[in-house]
C-alpha cells in the first residue's frame, strides 16, 4: 500500500509499505480521509520523535477486516461488521489509573500509547491507505451515520479535546467568554460556548475569520489589535493560539474569580514572561527571553488576591466521546464550513505545509486515503 513515511525533520516520503497485519480483535480500516492536526505539525518540523513514523490520527474509513477471520466484533460500546464506516481515536486511557481518577486522562501511560498505526513505531498511521486497529482502543471507535460524511467523523478528535477544554471552565449561563485566535479550534470553541450559553468575544488577526467567528456564534468579533482598546470585562478567555502575549493580556482582562485557558502552548520551554520586579523581589538571573518575545511583567499577586486560576487543557476526554459524536453528527455543531482544503495522499507534504502556514482562506485540511 502507499504511505507517507517520516524519515527526518521536514522529510516525508510516499513510499510503498506493507498493508498491516492484524491479529484477533483487531481491525484493518481502509483510510478515507485523515485530518491534519498541530501535533503531528510540531512532530514532522521539529523531530520531537524519532523516525521512521507513518503519522495521521484525526482518522475516517472503512473496516474491511476483522481479526480472525471474523465478520463481526462486539466492543464495549458498539458491535461492529466489515462495511461500516467508522471515526477512530487512537488514544484510550485505562479509566482507573491515579490520573484517569482525577480526570488527567492525558497522563494516564495506558493513553499515551497509541493504539492506531499504518507501520513502524505506532504513530496514527492516518497517512496511508490502510490502518491497523489494536483492541485496547476499540471503545473509541464510532460508527458514522449514513447521512455524515467521512470528513465529518475525522472531525470528532479535535472537537472533542475542544469540549474537553470548555468543560475545564467554571462557566454560568452569560459569562463573557475571550476566545484569541480563530482558527479552526478557535471557531468550535466560539461555537461550543455559545451552545453553553456564554457570550464569546472572538479575536484574531484576520478580518475574514472573524466574519466566520459571527457565523459560529460570537457576540463580538474584534482584531487582536484592538483589543486593549475595548477593555472588556471576561470571565474566562481561552488562548487557542500560542501566544504568550495573548496570556499575559487575557490575565489582565480577566475579573476576579476569572479564568484563564492555555489550549495551544504545547511547545516546551521557558516562558516569556519575567517575574514582576519591584524593591523586595528581583528577577532571577536565570531566566532567558527567547527570540520573538514580548517584554511584559507577570504580577502573581494578581492571581492570588483576585483569585484567578491559570489552567491548561490537552488533548482529548475518552468519557465524551459519545456526546460529541452526537454534536457533530446531528450538526448542532457542523464542522462541514470548518473544512477548507483537501489534499491526496501524494501531496500530504503540501498538506502540512498549509496548515503550519494557515492563509487567509485556510482552515482545517484534510488528506485523502
Not at 252 to 267: S, Y
Request: charged share 20%.
Amino acid at each position: 500500500m502507499r504511505a507517507v513515511v517520516y524519515r527526518v525533520v521536514n522529510d516525508l516520503r510516499l513510499e510503498t509499505v506493507p498493508v498491516p497485519r492484524i491479529g484477533p480483535n483487531e481491525l484493518l480500516v481502509k483510510v478515507a480521509v485523515c485530518g491534519v492536526c498541530p501535533t503531528d505539525i510540531k512532530k514532522i518540523q521539529h523531530g520531537t520523535v524519532p523516525p521512521p513514523r507513518i503519522f495521521g490520527h484525526e482518522t475516517a474509513g472503512t473496516i474491511v477486516r476483522i481479526g480472525g477471520g471474523r465478520s463481526t466484533l462486539v466492543t464495549p460500546l458498539s458491535s461492529l461488521k466489515i462495511g461500516d464506516r467508522v471515526a477512530l481515536h487512537h488514544h484510550v486511557p485505562c479509566l482507573d489509573c491515579h490520573f484517569c481518577r482525577h480526570h488527567a486522562f492525558a497522563q494516564c501511560e495506558t493513553y499515551k500509547r497509541t493504539g492506531i498505526t499504518a507501520g513502524f513505531e505506532p504513530a496514527g498511521g492516518g497517512y496511508a491507505e490502510y490502518v491497523r486497529v489494536m483492541p485496547f482502543v476499540l471503545p473509541g471507535v464510532v460508527k458514522i451515520p449514513a447521512k455524515n460524511s467521512f470528513a465529518e467523523g475525522a472531525m470528532l478528535e479535535p472537537v472533542n479535546t475542544v469540549l474537553k477544554a470548555v468543560r475545564r471552565l467554571n462557566l454560568l449561563s452569560g459569562d463573557t467568554v475571550m476566545v484569541a485566535g480563530q482558527g479552526p479550534i478557535g471557531l468550535m470553541f466560539t461555537r461550543l460556548l455559545q451552545l453553553a450559553s456564554a457570550r464569546v468575544l472572538a479575536t484574531d488577526l484576520l478580518g475574514s475569520r472573524l466574519k466566520l467567528a459571527k457565523k459560529f456564534g460570537a457576540k463580538r468579533a474584534v482584531l487582536a489589535s484592538q483589543l486593549s482598546t475595548l477593555n472588556p470585562q471576561l470571565d474566562s478567555a481561552i488562548i487557542s493560539v500560542p501566544s504568550d502575549a495573548a496570556v499575559y493580556q487575557a490575565l489582565q482582562l480577566v475579573r476576579g474569580g476569572g479564568q484563564v485557558l492555555l489550549f495551544a502552548h504545547t511547545k516546551r520551554g521557558r516562558a516569556e514572561l519575567p517575574l514582576r520586579r519591584d524593591a523586595r523581589q528581583r528577577v532571577p538571573t536565570d531566566v532567558r527571553t527567547p527570540r520573538r518575545s514580548v517584554p511584559t511583567t507577570l504580577d502573581f499577586s494578581s492571581i492570588c488576591l483576585d483569585e484567578k486560576d491559570l489552567i491548561g487543557s490537552y488533548s482529548s476526554d475518552f468519557t465524551l466521546q459519545a456526546e460529541v459524536a452526537r454534536l457533530v453528527f446531528s450538526r448542532r455543531l457542523d464542522v462541514r464550513p470548518l473544512i477548507s482544503h483537501y489534499f491526496s495522499l501524494e501531496q500530504t507534504a503540501e498538506a502540512i505545509a498549509l496548515a503550519a502556514q494557515p492563509t487567509a482562506d485556510s482552515l482545517k485540511v484534510l488528506v485523502r486515503g
